[in-house]
C-alpha cells in the first residue's frame, strides 16, 4: 500500500504564506495612504490656483477689498503651508514604504524557501513511488517468468 505524501513543515509554509501577505497587505495600505496625500495635495493646488484667479480677478476689476484680499493671501499662505506638512509626511510615509517593501521581499523569500523545499520532497516523494511501482513490476515479472505451465 503506498503511503501518500506528507510534508512535514507545511504548517510552517501556512505561516509564511500568511506573513507574506500580511506585509504586501501593509505596502498596500501604505501606497493608498500615499496616494491619499497626493490627492489632497493636488486639491489644494488647486484651490490655491482658484483663490489666486480670485484675488487677481479683483484687482483687475480695480475694486479692491483690503480686508478680502489680505483674508485671501492669508488663506493661500495656509494652504501653502498645509501642502509643505503634507510633503513632509509624504517622505516619512515612503520611508516606511521602503521598509515595509524590504520587509515584504525577505517574507517572500523565506516563504519561497519552504516553497522549494516542499517541491523537492515532492519530486522524492514521485520519484520513491516510481521506483517502489517499477519494483513490484519487476518482481510480478519475474514470479511470472519464471513459472511455466
Not at 113 to 138: F, G
Amino acid at each position: 500500500m503506498a503511503r501518500r505524501f506528507e510534508f512535514r513543515l507545511e504548517t510552517l509554509l501556512r505561516l509564511r504564506q500568511l506573513q507574506q501577505r500580511e506585509a504586501k497587505r501593509k505596502v498596500g495600505a501604505k501606497l493608498a495612504e500615499i496616494a491619499l496625500v497626493d490627492r489632497l495635495n493636488r486639491q489644494t493646488a488647486s484651490e490655491i490656483a482658484r483663490q489666486q484667479r480670485l484675488l487677481l480677478a479683483g484687482q483687475q476689476q480695480r475694486r479692491l477689498d483690503p480686508l478680502a484680499l489680505q483674508r485671501g493671501r492669508a488663506w493661500v499662505a495656509h494652504l501653502r503651508h498645509t501642502i509643505g506638512l503634507r510633503q513632509a509626511r509624504r517622505t516619512e510615509l515612503v520611508t516606511e514604504l521602503r521598509e515595509l517593501q524590504a520587509a515584504w521581499q525577505r517574507a517572500r523569500t523565506a516563504e519561497q524557501i519552504v516553497q522549494k523545499l516542499r517541491e523537492r520532497r515532492w519530486r522524492e516523494y514521485l520519484h520513491d513511488q516510481a521506483r517502489q511501482e517499477q519494483a513490484a513490476t519487476d518482481e510480478l515479472a519475474q514470479q511470472l517468468h519464471g513459472y511455466q505451465p
